[in-house]
């Protein structure tokens, strides 16, 4: 079955630097990546996604590139606020309508 | 427009006991998948359902574990004979028949086994 690895485990930054967390995978069917953002007691948001035939996507401070050769994907967050901090968690799937695997997700620390 | 609903929001049972937790999947959404947070973890899959019908089961324990999510009414997840092990957070999420992909999440049941 398809196995994520989530990298690093924490990661701590400063307000306004960039924060980037990576994601590996293993079977190559998989075709679809979301991202989601948890807050201590809350439920997993889906905060951005990409499908395999695209290789960036984008959306204001945020922005996640994918490298199917490699099977590895990113998530990119620029100008970070404290409001960002959270767990992420990465995932994939192999197509519409089937489980999503999860990484074990990093902790975002954003400091003053 | 109502997101994805669970309840009971928390859920305390002493060993033996059974649970049952109950999801709501969005309006318009057909598709429910049920997940298990362990402390401090990421989320693992359990069940994947449509009304009526148990789509992939792969990650449900053999005993003790079931899912139904019947024609009227939310999808329930039932545990039998509750252990420790099984306290966790269980998240449900939904997703549309025009948008597979995509999964939404309910607010989760925290379950604590004394």
């Known amino acids: 079955g398809e196995n994520v690895e989530q990298h690093p485990s924490t990661l701590s930054v400063q307000e306004g630097d960039s924060a980037v967390i990576k994601c590996t995978y293993s079977d190559s069917a998989s075709n679809y990546f979301p991202w989601y953002k948890q807050e201590l007691g809350k439920r997993p948001q889906l905060i951005i996604d990409i499908r395999s035939n695209v290789g960036e996507k984008k959306d204001q401070r945020i922005a996640v590139t994918l490298n199917k050769t490699a099977k590895h994907f990113s998530l990119h967050i620029t100008e970070t606020q404290p409001e960002d901090s959270a767990v992420y968690f990465c995932a994939a799937s192999t197509g519409t309508a089937s489980k999503l695997t999860f990484g074990t997700g990093t902790r975002l620390q954003v400091t003053l | 427009n109502a997101g994805v609903m669970q309840n009971p929001r928390h859920l305390v049972r002493r060993r033996g006991q059974e649970a049952r937790l109950r999801c709501s999947p969005m309006k318009g959404h057909s598709h429910v998948y049920w997940y298990r947070q362990l402390p401090e973890e990421g989320l693992k899959f359990m069940v994947y359902l449509q009304k009526e019908n148990i789509i992939d089961e792969s990650g449900m324990p053999k005993e003790r574990f079931s899912a139904e999510f019947p024609k009227e009414g939310p999808s329930i997840l039932r545990i039998q004979q509750v252990v420790r092990g099984d306290s966790a957070a269980y998240f449900c999420?939904?997703?549309?028949?025009?948008?597979?992909?995509?999964?939404?999440f309910g607010p989760g049941t925290r379950l604590t086994v004394t």
């Open positions: 999420a939904s997703s549309s028949s025009g948008s597979l992909l995509e999964q939404y």
